[in-house]
């Protein structure tokens, strides 16, 4: 089945504890980008990937880090949590970007993972 | 990039036609309407998106104002578990890696 898959999709940590969460896609995309989501103020892009070894800030890329070292996966890092970086995370993944083809094919949708629910204390 | 305003609710009855609309007033000659919506917390989820003219789909249908300004989805026949919240979202067809920006979106509620 085509999916991106983050893990861990629950996790609770104290400040300073780096942590790790990973994404992987099994669908050949070039393009992958991190979100988080907080209550009021929807969905603001952390990192993005257009190719592997390129990588750059979204919005809100303070406190994070990124690699792309492989086309399948994105990991985010966390290098030391604050709580202030408690959220729900979300990775997506699209063949070139995140438009869909200019002819309406489908073939670039934005695919999204299933979240992942970080409480940092 | 063109701002867009939703309204933040909706109800809708069960079996009937939901009809999202979406400004979008200082959209540009290049911008696509892309739809995602969002059900529960899950990772939102495409539904459409279109230029200049009506699209449909197996999920829903996108109107298009002549002038580009609005739009409106369509779910035709609205189930229980279309209740989501919606997002529309306006983004410029060079395919900068950092161009699709949600805002607050449309919580749509289907009631039995």
């Known amino acids: 089945e085509a999916q991106v898959t983050q893990n861990p999709r629950y996790l609770i940590t104290v400040t300073g504890k780096k942590l790790t969460v990973t994404c992987s896609q099994n669908?050949?995309?070039?393009?992958m980008s991190w979100y988080r989501q907080d209550p009021g103020l929807g969905l603001r892009q952390i990192y993005y990937?257009?190719?592997?070894?390129v990588t750059d800030k979204g919005d809100v890329p303070e406190g994070y880090k990124v690699s792309r070292k492989e086309k399948r996966n994105f990991p985010l890092i966390l290098e030391s949590p604050s709580p202030n970086q408690t959220s729900l995370y979300f990775c997506?993944?699209?063949?070139?970007?995140?438009?869909?083809?200019?002819w309406g094919s489908g073939a670039n949708v934005l695919t999204f993972g299933a979240g992942s629910r970080l409480t940092v204390l | 990039d063109a701002k867009t305003t939703q309204p933040p609710s909706m109800d809708c009855a069960e079996g009937r036609a939901a009809n999202l609309p979406c400004n979008h007033s200082?959209?540009?000659?290049?911008?696509?309407v892309y739809w995602y919506r969002q059900i529960h917390s899950q990772g939102p989820q495409y539904i459409i998106h279109g230029l200049k003219n009506n699209e449909t789909n197996e999920m829903a249908s996108l109107i298009i104002t002549e002038d580009r300004k609005s739009s409106t989805l369509i779910l035709p026949h609205a189930t229980l578990r279309d209740t989501a919240v919606y997002y529309c979202?306006?983004?410029?067809?060079?395919?900068?890696?950092?161009?699709?920006?949600f805002g607050g979106g449309t919580r749509l509620m289907v009631k039995p």
């Open positions: 669908m050949n995309h070039e393009y």
């Open positions: 990937s257009m190719n592997v070894e």
């Open positions: 979202i306006v983004s410029p067809d060079n395919n900068a890696g950092n161009m699709l920006t």
């Open positions: 200082t959209i540009s000659g290049n911008e696509y």
């Open positions: 997506a993944s699209s063949f070139n970007g995140p438009l869909v083809g200019e």
